[in-house]
């Protein structure tokens, strides 16, 4: 009985020192887990301080818009999506006597655009059209609104308030993306540029109410106003990660009202116009030309409107989710 009982203490101390040793052996793994996980952020952040190129003319012209497009360097073959706002009725929209020629000189270039949320002249998809031929957009290249049957739906990776974000359903069909945005203020976001050319522009008119309800299916034009904001970092993000790099950007800052293309009538520009930018990350490119508002003599106007929407956040959550890096090398391609 003795014999049985110290065997049987034996055999407990057994089972704790092996209790001891696994939760020893636990700490340690769980130790070295959260030191990878610390150095994946450390990469993340590393990651972040990446210098992007911008390139840059002070010359607003059709020459000056394809010098600094052939800065880039750019390797695109197949399909060319070109997409640009088709601009409301009276709106300051890119002109096609400033961007023909660049649009042009792809193989198979089509201008993609899609539907409005909000009404106006572009709501539905047979006055869309009417106003692409108005503007002049039918007569330098073919015109696809994109979300004409319907969506087509991305994930989004790394997101806090959206988890898949909906584009036209004609997204897919398109090989590169030249995204070609109209630099100015937004009623809504502050200022509209590259980013919010890539995720409300490219979002079906189902894909913008989803944007601006931030995910939720409520109001579009009621609620958190960051989450707005992050909700469109978002919905770009899911854009750039399908595409692959089979994507650039080009912002026009002239006419630079405190009013977007979608405003068919917009305040009249106080303010100087700049240059035409471009870089193949549409963070850098919405930073440089933040900071060359900022910089301008006349830019108070354009400021005050992105300051009271919040709308630096826009870049400080699309570094955040690793859409781009806000900082940058400027090249001025005229120098």
Known sequence: MKKLRYLSWILIIIVLMGGCSSKQQGDEDDLMQNEAVEEEIEDGEEGQEEMSIVYMSEEISADSLIAVYDALDAQIEGNVAVKLSTGEPGSNY???????????????????????????????????????????????????????????????????????????????????????????????????????????????????????????????????????????????????????GNILYINVMNRLSVDCDCDSSPAEPDMHDIGILASFDPVALDQACIDLVYSAADGASLVQRIESRNGLHTLEHAQEIRLGSRIYQLVNIDE
């Open 94 to 244: 890119l002109r096609t006597d400033l961007i023909g020629e660049l649009i042009q000189s792809f193989d198979h270039p089509t201008i993609v655009e899609c539907n409005t949320a909000y009404g106006g002249q572009r709501a539905n998809t047979a006055m869309h059209y009417q106003v692409a031929e108005d503007h002049g957009y039918t007569s330098i290249a073919d015109v696809d609104i994109m979300d004409e049957e319907g969506s087509m739906t991305l994930p989004v990776y790394g997101g806090t308030r959206l988890s898949e974000n909906y584009v036209g359903s004609h997204f897919e069909n398109y090989d590169y993306y030249v995204v070609l945005s109209h630099f100015k203020g937004h009623s809504m976001a502050g200022y509209g540029g590259a980013i919010k050319n890539i995720s409300i522009g490219i979002a079906s008119s189902e894909g913008k109410a989803h944007i601006h309800s931030k995910g939720t299916g409520g109001s579009m034009w009621s609620g958190d106003q960051d989450a707005f904001l992050e909700s469109m970092a978002e919905a770009g993000k899911s854009v750039v990660d399908y595409l692959d």
